[in-house]
Nanobody, 123 residues
Framework: QVQLVESGGGTAQVGDSLRLSCAAS????????MGWFRQAPGKEREFVAR???????NYSDSVKGRFTISRDDAKNTVYLQMDSLKAEDTATYYC?????????????????WGQGTQITVSS
């Protein structure tokens, strides 16, 4: 079983950049497709980005062109580079691991989750 720990959260201004990291332990990251999700207060958890084992990426329309997901399997770490931040990006961000091979944006398809890291973007 893999354990996931996110870091890099904090506060930012509109237009700023932040980079989140998700460090995996217990298993090697290459065994999983990895995703980032976020959840704002009072809202459902929503898909942000996914990176497959071969590096193929998928993004939600709301972050496409602004966020970049990447992985460094040697470091057992997944990253989310967030540029041109908007106030509506404010949420708790979670990384998640998927043992499956089919591209999915559904949270219930991901078996393992980190504890989340808070991002607050103010204008």
């Amino acid at each position: 079983q893999v354990q996931l720990v996110e870091s890099g959260g904090g506060t930012a201004q509109v237009g700023d950049s932040l980079r989140l990291s998700c460090a995996a332990s217990g298993r090697t990251l290459i065994e999983y497709a990895m995703g980032w999700f976020r959840q704002a207060p009072g809202k459902e958890r929503e898909f942000v980005a996914r990176i497959s084992r071969n590096g193929r990426t998928n993004y939600s329309d709301s972050v496409k062109g602004r966020f970049t997901i990447s992985r460094d399997d040697a470091k057992n770490t997944v990253y989310l580079q967030m540029d041109s931040l908007k106030a509506e990006d404010t949420a708790t961000y979670y990384c998640a691991a998927d043992t499956g091979y089919r591209v999915t944006v559904t949270p219930t398809s991901y078996e393992y989750w980190g504890q989340g890291t808070q991002i607050t973007v103010s204008s």
